[in-house]
């Protein structure tokens, strides 16, 4: 049974739930919460040098040798033990936690159907991956709503290979999610230091505990981050990898330095027209992308790098937007813009792109003005499918991507505008500073037509067209209401 069947299984388990009154936007927390303590068991059965990390009287075996209403009750009491558990970690991922489960038989059969897996090939897979691939299913369900944290994998893998982690480097994500970045960050270090065998003891410490670092905003969504990572083996602090805070507020004023930043930020804007609250960020907005991106430049140590996925209109909104874009292009060297085709992310109809940049001019880490001299811009969404359930967005779509990147993670290498065609038929091109400064420093650059835009058969469906409306109209009302306050500011 693969990692793939046991998902699958995992999944149909849900039937068991909603027969409890559970639906599906519970039902990920709630089957995680057990599955984490028989993943525990699991990897003690695989692995004798491996420590309980779950104190006697909470782990798997003190369920299976009950039955009925004294099994339910006293995994309740399990779950309130390990919520005041004196380690710190499991005290935070089992914070306020409880079961919805009323019916004992219901519970029973659950933990049945779970001892029935086929365990032993999941620990030969990786129980870490299992429990991402579960994510993955989750936000996959549109009807779950998680799909905001979840990016999809073969883009954050394509984005590891191409900004190459290197063990030692300080890794962080400021808008973690289920920790995605950070996981496959730490899977590309261990595939290329023979799973730290290569390390020394304060280089394998360093790894476990001290080179990744995130915040996220949602206590749930923290918790699926925290098992995730102690679940592939990263620990992190006392607190855990996973940090419980706004990134936008003073937990974001407390992050160190980073190496490498990697991250996909909430879009959107803040909630009742506030910004951050921070009063670090030179361009004051409600624009949650346009704050996350003066962090993340801002958040960088000299020469450190980062790949932050962005909606569209960080590419082109004026006043702030614009000032934000002119200040990253200034202290950091912005040395590809990768446009990403539509239907990737579960949200319907949202157009994004990844930037790439380099704190410091390539001569000087520690330039802080007219870093980025010219910008290669792949365009990976004209001519492209209508990606989605029907037809899977892939690593094979990205591959193009990656050749044209070259092996520099810091967009040094020898390029050329030579993919799938030349100049205006390429898919990759060069501009300079000044041609963006001639365009009003807009990214917004599009060269290729859709050669089948006038085929009404592939348009995008009236819902997808619909949300691409609504985001450009509540972007528009949005600048307007800032002009509004600039004008009213200038009569006081």
Known sequence: MTN?????????????????????????????????IKMEYEQVQNNLNFKHKLPVGCRWTD??????????????????DLGASSDPLI???????????????????????LDAIDWFSARQDGLGDLYEGLLAKNASETKSGAGQYF???????????VIQPRAGEVIQDPAAGTAGFLIAADAYIKQNSNDHSDLDERGRHFQRNEA?????????????????????????????????????????????????ILSNPPFGTAKGGGGPTRDDLTHKTSNKQLAFLQHIYNGLKAGGRAAVVVPDNVLFDAGVGTDVRRELMDKCNLHTILRLPTGIFYAQGVKTNVLFFQKGSVENPKQQEGCTQRVWVYNLRSNMPNFGKRTTFG?????PFEDAYGDNPNGNSQRAENVEGVGDLSRFRVFTREEIRERGDS????????????????????????????TELT??????????QELEAGYD
């Open 4 to 36: 793939i069947d046991i998902v699958h299984k995992l999944w149909s388990l849900c039937d068991v739930l909603r027969d409890d009154g559970i639906n599906y936007s519970d039902y990920v927390t709630e089957l995680v919460l057990l599955l984490f």
């Open 63 to 80: 369920l299976t040798d009950k039955v009925g209403l004294l099994r339910l009750n006293h995994y309740r009491q399990m779950l309130t």
């Open 91 to 113: 005290a935070a991922i089992y914070s306020e936690a409880q079961t919805r489960l009323i019916e004992p038989h219901h519970f029973d059969q659950l933990i049945k159907n």
């Open 151 to 161: 990016t999809t994998r073969p883009l954050i893998d394509s984005i590891i290979r």
């Open 212 to 260: 990744f670092i995130g915040i996220e905003l949602v206590p749930g969504t923290r918790r699926l981050a925290l098992m995730n990572c102690l679940l592939h083996g990263i620990e992190g602090s006392s607190e855990g990898v996973i940090r419980l805070g706004n990134t936008l507020g003073q937990a974001g004023v407390n992050l160190p330095k980073a190496d490498l």
């Open 395 to 399: 690593a094979y779509h990205l591959q």
């Open 443 to 470: 990214l917004d650059i599009s060269w290729l037509k859709n050669t089948d835009s006038l085929n009404s058969v592939d348009l995008p469906t009236p819902e997808i067209l619909a949300s691409e409306i609504m």
């Open 475 to 484: 972007e528009a009302l949005h600048d307007l209401e800032q002009l509004m």
